[in-house]
């Protein structure tokens, strides 16, 4: 039994878990740099060369580009000469990087070319010092990249095997319309806890994503006990009058996405999606559109919300959708829940805190990521 | 004999007691979290329901409230459930407390009255999990709390033992007028320091404080041994041609104080108050007006000061008191004190500092309020 | 063989050694603490009482003055009562130093003449309590202090050895016309590196520095092997179609330096200059205008890089030199180094950087650097 669980109920974390400098180091060594985390989409690259620097937690940042083989490859955004981050952060195209400290230049493989004053092989061979790959795996055209010295386990099957729906959505054909940032003060822990429960969501998004979502419908599937796993299947499902997550619950984009485009009728209610943890990349998607939210912790009491919005790579602004409709269920729904979660960081300061009783049913996945936390953490 | 006394004279602390971070989060446990704190006046709760939400030291936060019995009762500000920090800061009125994240509620005596989804005894009884009271002690319409795991010591009859005038003050028939926070960046300590030794009025407060004040009856009181007190009296005492702390010497509200407003003339020089210390609340009353000051730590370098002004309950603004004449002495000299101690701070950065020599006689007090520090810190 | 020794070539030093908060307490300690340090020139103060407040590493203050006595001391600015500290930053004049806190009150050569209510001799004596003097030395004009609690070998003959030009330079004999802060957020050392070697000339600072530098003259003067000395000479040789390092090539002040004001054609490509390390502080002259650089530490992640420009005592603004022209190339120099190693910070915070092989004869000076620096730590 692990320190969450008591006789009847779980609870959360103890207090210095959510504040400890310390630990934050550990946890992003043991987390965030075992598990594979969410950086992009394969429209975002291509053509050869197309790149993307990307900063991760930690003050990690990786290069994803498409190489000169034609594929896509990561790699530490370190020159391997002096540690300069080789490219600032964002997109770009380029045939060669070169470091602008010293013109150190590598190719889009990321072999070294060239080192000013220092040719191959005089002090040091060439092929030794490419810029380091870092573990990658494409998986339906979502990009997660590790920088684990070991390759974790592959992502593939068991995304496959829990979200089979999303060999329908075809979600290799889409395209990213918008990237969003939000900065909360709060250990990134609640915000972990917060998404894996939907206990909080009538009374805090009452006006949002309970407008579209049949909320009553997440909770009959809760079942008594939940698989403590690294990636498990999470959907919002509609209610029976929306078709999309909508403020109006019609559809966003009218480009459906996959088969639903040819013709296809979505089911009632359809949602999909999955989630990967306690790191936390999600994924959420209508027949029309979706979402993937990742969870960047920068100190025990500050942490990054990314939001990146899809829909059909087809898909034209201002024909097919609208881009504030699209963007407002999430754009509502967001601070909504970084106001709420600044607030319980201040009161678990408080002496006054014990962990309280969580419901096995309604806060059952909560439970099964603060158990995963803690098996990887070695805290039990 | 302690670190700080010499043989003829003693000294302040060494460099490291002023920013050592370690220490600050000792101070924090050992002084804040076990002394008493002044938090509000009894004025400031008429009616069953209005409530506080008081911030700590230390990111502590207490909710105070006239309960459902009708007495003034003190909880920690975090939901049972998930930490959740109930109230915001600053003022209310409520019949229950709800919390927003989950909904769980509280009546106004803090006891558990639903938890959604986990009903009376399924789980855990609500018996068990209302607000965590906070001790509290109320004296003369000062309202004290205190977060320690056992009751402190009674203020009430220490506190009438060596300021027997508050009973003529009547101040259970105040009002607060203004509430100012100063941020300062220095050790809290400092703000100890320089609140117990008026050796720097002359220099730092010549325009302010010193107008009305009688500084050389300060140090013809002080005795060459004081006594090491948790509580201490302390008072002002005005210039025979003064009436009052004001930049004129004449009264600044001309509603008097308890007895004085009904006739009694008070002694020439009157002034009366205490301080509890090392944790700062300090209390400076004349025969119209008064203020409470409390010091409260944020960080080893950055400290909280906060001024609250107090006249008799029925005074009229605009016709019994102005209002920027009420504040003008304090808010003069709280700023020359901040300035001042900013500077003291930087000095003792620097590796030339050693702790100087102090005068027995005129820096008396705060030999005791280091004293005091020094035993509660167990460092002698 | 140290820990950046590799078989051919040398690395910079490991991933901690530039963002760990307890080794920068430490090198603040061991280097910053006992090294000399420049801190003023004498043409800054040429009377009696002229004093400076000068702000140093480790938040340390030093006061330089011209004394009773008529030399230029140097003294903590720190109050020997309370550690207050004495003087604000910058320039000024005074025939006493009285503390503002409790008007503790010094004279010009540090001692201590009055102590409001503490005579002297009835608590301690006076003489034992003047302010704390700091070791200076003053070579050439140039003012150098230590902190350290022993005084560091003689700077003097070290430099007139490594740098005779400055005896025909006559730098007693200039004056200051600018003194500029950069705050960079990088680690010390990486400003060190980056002031060691100049393989990053030619890509970072084509359009400034290397307009009028030869750049090819330095790396043919470097030799395999340099010593590791904490003194060493350094100078920017300039093109044979340049007069002076500007933007144009031409003299910057008209009224040249020493004897080259006197008649003297100075050599072709004329630069002098010297280097403390491992605490920056480097010269660099040309025969009509010279600047002086000092590198502070301010957190592992943060550092002032300080610029003084100095042209001859008696040149008049507008009339033999204009100031945008004189300070314009160190002024564009200087920004495009904060940049690239703001960048290179970011890129070491990676766990895919592992220090890289340097050039033993285009670095070698590096070299030197790193090895002093791990000598003074103990590192090796």
Same mark, same amino acid.
């Given at each position: 039994m692990s320190?969450?669980?008591k006789? &009847?109920?779980?609870t959360?974390?103890?207090?210095d878990?959510?504040?400890?400098? %310390?630990r934050?180091?550990?946890?992003?060594?043991?987390?965030?740099?075992?598990?594979w985390i969410?950086?992009?989409h394969?429209s975002e690259?291509p053509e050869?060369g197309d790149?993307?620097?990307?900063e991760?937690p930690?003050?990690?940042?990786?290069i994803?580009?498409?190489?000169a083989? $034609?594929?896509? &490859? #990561?790699?530490?955004n @370190?020159?391997?000469?002096?540690?300069?981050s080789?490219?600032?952060?964002? #997109?770009?195209?380029a045939?060669?990087?070169?470091?602008?400290?010293?013109?150190?230049t590598?190719d889009?493989n990321?072999?070294?070319?060239g080192?000013?004053s220092?040719?191959?092989?005089?002090?040091?061979?060439?092929a030794?010092?490419g810029?380091?790959?870092?573990?990658?795996?494409?998986?339906?055209?979502?990009?997660?990249?590790?920088?684990?010295?070991?390759? !974790? %386990?592959?992502?593939?099957?068991?995304l496959?095997?829990?979200?089979?729906e999303?060999?329908?959505l075809e979600?290799?054909?889409?395209k @990213?319309?918008?990237? &969003?940032v939000?900065e909360?003060?709060?250990?990134?822990?609640?915000?972990?806890?917060?998404?894996?429960?939907?206990?909080h969501?009538?009374? @805090?998004?009452?006006?949002s994503?309970?407008? !579209?979502?049949?909320?009553? #419908?997440?909770?009959?599937?809760?079942?008594?006990?939940?698989?403590?796993?690294?990636?498990?299947p999470?959907?919002?499902?509609?209610?029976?009058d929306?078709?999309?997550l909508?403020?109006?619950?019609?559809?966003?984009?009218?480009?459906?996405?996959?088969?639903?485009?040819? $013709?296809v009728?979505p089911? $009632?209610?359809f949602?999909?999606?999955f989630?990967?943890m306690? #790191?936390?990349?999600g994924?959420?998607?209508?027949?029309?559109?979706?979402?993937?939210?990742?969870?960047? !912790? @920068?100190?025990?009491?500050?942490?990054?919300?990314?939001?990146?919005?899809f829909?059909?790579?087809?898909?034209?602004?201002g024909?097919?959708?609208?881009?504030?409709?699209?963007?407002a269920v999430?754009e &509502?729904?967001?601070?909504?829940?970084?106001?709420?979660?600044?607030?319980?960081?201040?009161?678990?300061?408080?002496?006054?805190?014990?962990?309280?009783p969580?419901d096995?049913?309604?806060?059952a996945s909560?439970?099964?990521?603060?158990?995963?936390?803690?098996?990887?953490?070695?805290d039990?």
């Amino acid at each position: 039994m692990s320190i969450i669980d008591k006789d &009847k109920y779980f609870t959360n974390l103890p207090r210095d878990f959510y504040r400890c400098e %310390e630990r934050y180091r550990r946890e992003i060594d043991v987390i965030y740099g075992r598990q594979w985390i969410y950086v992009a989409h394969i429209s975002e690259f291509p053509e050869k060369g197309d790149y993307r620097a990307c900063e991760l937690p930690g003050g990690e940042s990786v290069i994803v580009v498409r190489s000169a083989d $034609g594929d896509i &490859k #990561a790699f530490f955004n @370190v020159c391997r000469h002096r540690g300069f981050s080789l490219c600032e952060p964002g #997109a770009g195209k380029a045939k060669l990087f070169v470091c602008p400290y010293h013109k150190w230049t590598y190719d889009l493989n990321g072999g070294l070319r060239g080192a000013p004053s220092m040719p191959n092989g005089k002090y040091f061979d060439y092929a030794d010092h490419g810029l380091k790959p870092v573990h990658i795996e494409i998986w339906r055209g979502f990009i997660f990249v590790s920088s684990a010295s070991e390759v !974790p %386990e592959e992502l593939g099957p068991r995304l496959d095997k829990i979200t089979p729906e999303f060999a329908q959505l075809e979600t290799e054909h889409l395209k @990213v319309v918008h990237h &969003k940032v939000y900065e909360i003060e709060t250990n990134w822990k609640f915000l972990l806890e917060n998404y894996l429960e939907c206990y909080h969501c009538s009374a @805090v998004h009452a006006n949002s994503l309970c407008v !579209p979502m049949d909320l009553p #419908a997440i909770f009959s599937d809760v079942i008594d006990s939940i698989e403590v796993n690294e990636v498990a299947p999470m959907w919002i499902p509609l209610k029976s009058d929306s078709k999309s997550l909508s403020m109006d619950g019609e559809f966003v984009s009218s480009k459906l996405l996959g088969e639903f485009g040819r $013709g296809v009728t979505p089911p $009632g209610g359809f949602g999909a999606g999955f989630m990967i943890m306690p #790191a936390v990349t999600g994924a959420l998607f209508q027949s029309d559109y979706g979402v993937v939210h990742r969870i960047d !912790p @920068v100190s025990p009491t500050r942490t990054l919300l990314h939001n990146w919005w899809f829909v059909h790579e087809d898909a034209v602004e201002g024909v097919d959708y609208d881009f504030d409709n699209l963007i407002a269920v999430w754009e &509502k729904t967001n601070p909504e829940d970084a106001y709420i979660l600044e607030r319980q960081q201040r009161g678990v300061q408080s002496r006054g805190f014990t962990p309280g009783p969580h419901d096995m049913r309604v806060e059952a996945s909560m439970r099964a990521g603060l158990e995963l936390y803690l098996q990887m953490m070695g805290d039990e």
